[in-house]
């Protein structure tokens, strides 16, 4: 229609024409400016800034673009220190504080450790450019060597709702939200959370935590247990955290938690005695078998309001069963996962008891001897009417098992939860579906 | 080009009737596609082999005007001569997808989205970028008429230098 060259505002006499061109705004100008802002938000950053050269349209737009996707993992443009570098000042230069949704930077990867000094000091700079572009939303992921440490200062935003960082030291003041009043996503992966002055860690607004690999103490170098108070969670993961189990004050919105204490848990026996009831080694005094212990509930109260619960533990770390002695009523609880940890070695006292405290239970899954998430073989079976103890959740029907073979441990639990009509099926390929029949707890 | 399923190498499966997807924009105005064109999204696809398409598939990112838009866009939009080369598709997705772009200096220039693997199945806000993403199928095509000078282009790109390949 016009020839390559020929600006829109270009009036050579022939009005009616450039007229009919601007109601022409033909394919993806015509879409409003918002949509354009959110793709170009959607290409790796470079790649949005070089669409200045498809149109004159084009020439600026990259400059407001509602996310910033920074990517220097490994192969890409901005893997090398120096352009990246290049890259960030001229950017952030020509934006200004162009308004942000979405900030992710990535920076260093399976690949690609982050080495570069130049790189690593302006981190914190550039995470903050994007906090003071009002971002929403907020992804910083690093692989250094050693780690970085964020500055010590609390982010302060009435905009960000959610904040994901990975590999990444956080000090003293950062831990305090209180200034990001909207923040209702949080998620710590593999960092180092250290709270200078207080003990207690405030999350006021949080509707969701993820702490996974993460190591939560006081002071440098104290041996310490950190306090959580987060009274309106609606979902947590706390996944293999490194040193003290932390307290989680009571949580009444909790919908689904899910907890694994992993080989890096520092609450366990120093015997390695997985049966803390017999067990007479101070560490395990220490935590409250002794009138004279200390009594708080470290997870399983704060966790008690929940519809849904996973409760992972590595055998010799002894907080669920400390927490068990003053096990509370899961009043809501109607999917419960739990490990092999609650079957062994003491004869199903703490499945029992957790059973007995759960009067509306209505799925219990049990991950037994085996790691996941794929398990060699699922089990189904139904609980027994009649022999079943009368203290289990009438709504507890059926007993989902996942193990790697059935063997003397795994016909133990079914026999003690009176299992029976088991079905099996065995991964990975064929799904046979081998349907057992039966009073006894025989899957073959 | 096929209008229907929306890529450029069509099997002609897709002139059979379809089954009809829901598209339900932000502010809850539903949109029927053919499952086939929905498809053409890894994130919808999960969804649907999830069987969590029943009620339709939310798309909280996208307003109704725009979704109609773009489905209009996307329905009218017939391809032209094969890209050669130096230019690529453009594509628009829906929320779960990524958009990247393949600079033509000359001629039409259109970007290209792909859906990316996102690190869930179910990807509500945006896409997280994952080590090894693999391009899928594109959804449809935008063509960009460059209306600069050669020298124009020369210009701004030295202006820019610090974001192009050397």
Redesign the interface.
């Known amino acids: 229609l016009t020839p390559p060259g020929c600006s829109t505002k270009c009036f050579r006499g022939r009005k009616e024409r450039n007229v009919q061109k601007q109601h022409e705004a033909s394919g993806i100008d015509a879409l409003p400016d918002g949509v354009l802002e959110h793709i170009l938000g959607l290409l790796p950053a470079e790649e949005a800034v070089r669409t200045c050269v498809l149109a004159r349209r084009w020439r600026h737009r990259w400059k407001t673009a509602a996310a910033l996707r920074i990517v220097s993992a490994g192969g890409e443009f901005l893997a090398p220190a120096d352009k990246l570098r290049e890259f960030m000042d001229h950017l952030l230069l020509a934006r200004g504080g162009a308004p942000l949704e979405l900030c992710e930077l990535r920076l260093g990867g399976l690949n690609l450790v982050l080495e570069d000094e130049g790189v690593l000091s302006r981190v914190d700079h550039w995470f903050r450019h994007a906090v003071g572009c009002n971002a929403q939303v907020l992804r910083l992921r690093i692989r250094a060597n050693g780690s970085l440490e964020l500055e010590d200062l609390p982010l302060v935003s009435k905009h960000l709702t959610r904040l994901e960082l990975y590999g990444v030291d956080v000090h003293g003041s950062f831990l305090n939200f209180s200034t990001c009043p909207n923040l209702q996503y949080l998620e710590f992966e593999d960092c180092d959370l250290i709270s200078e002055s207080t003990s207690l860690i405030s999350f006021q607004s949080l509707k969701h935590l993820r702490i996974a690999f993460c190591h939560l103490r006081l002071h440098m170098g104290f041996d310490s247990r950190v306090r959580i108070s987060a009274p309106h969670l609606v979902s947590l993961v706390l996944e293999e955290f490194i040193g003290r189990t932390p307290i989680f004050e009571s949580m009444p919105s909790l919908t689904e938690a899910s907890v694994t204490i992993g080989d890096f848990c520092a609450d366990e026996c120093e015997l390695s005695n997985a049966n803390y009831w017999d067990c007479s080694c101070e560490s395990c005094d220490t935590y409250g078998k002794t009138p004279s212990g200390s009594n708080i509930s470290v997870l399983l109260e704060g966790l008690s309001k929940a519809k849904s619960l996973l409760l992972i533990s590595s055998p010799a770390k002894h907080i669920f069963k400390r927490d068990m002695r003053w096990c509370p009523m899961f009043s809501n609880l109607k999917n419960l996962w739990l490990d092999d940890y609650w079957c062994v070695p003491d004869d199903f006292n703490m499945l029992a008891c957790i059973l007995e405290h759960t009067p509306i239970l209505e799925k219990l899954t049990l991950q037994l001897f085996s790691e996941g998430p794929e398990h060699k073989m699922e089990l189904e079976g139904r609980v027994s009417l009649a022999e079943r103890s009368a203290a289990i959740s009438k709504y507890l029907n059926t007993v989902k098992v996942k193990c790697k073979m059935v063997d003397e441990r795994i016909v133990k639990v079914l026999r003690f939860l009176h299992v029976s009509d088991i079905c099996c099926s065995i991964l990975p390929d064929v799904r046979e579906i081998l349907s057992c029949c039966g009073s006894t707890a025989s899957p073959r | 080009f096929c209008e229907i399923c929306l890529t450029n190498n069509c099997d002609g499966s897709a002139g059979k009737i379809a089954t009809m997807i829901a598209l339900v924009s932000s502010d809850n105005e539903r949109f029927e596609v053919s499952e086939e064109a929905a498809s053409q999204s890894q994130t919808i696809r999960n969804m649907i082999e999830d069987g969590c398409a029943d009620g339709g598939i939310p798309l909280p ?1 996208v307003t109704s ?2 979704l109609a ?2 489905l209009e ?1 996307c329905n009218k ?1 017939a391809a032209t001569t094969t890209p050669d080369a130096a230019s690529t598709e ?1 594509v ?1 997705g829906s929320a779960g ?5 393949g ?1 033509a ?1 000359h001629g039409p ?1 259109v ?1 290209r ?1 792909v859906p990316c693997r996102a690190a869930g199945r179910r990807c509500p ?5 994952d ?1 090894g993403q693999d391009a899928g199928a594109d959804q449809a095509t ?8 050669p020298e124009d ?1 020369e210009k ?2 030295k202006e ?1 230098a ?4 050397e």
């Open positions: 990112n005007s725009v838009k773009v866009y939009h453009a628009i997808t990524r958009a990247v772009l600079p200096r220039v970007l989205a806000e945006g896409c997280r970028l080590e935008f063509k960009i008429e460059n209306d600069f000078r282009v701004i790109r820019n610090w974001a192009f390949e």
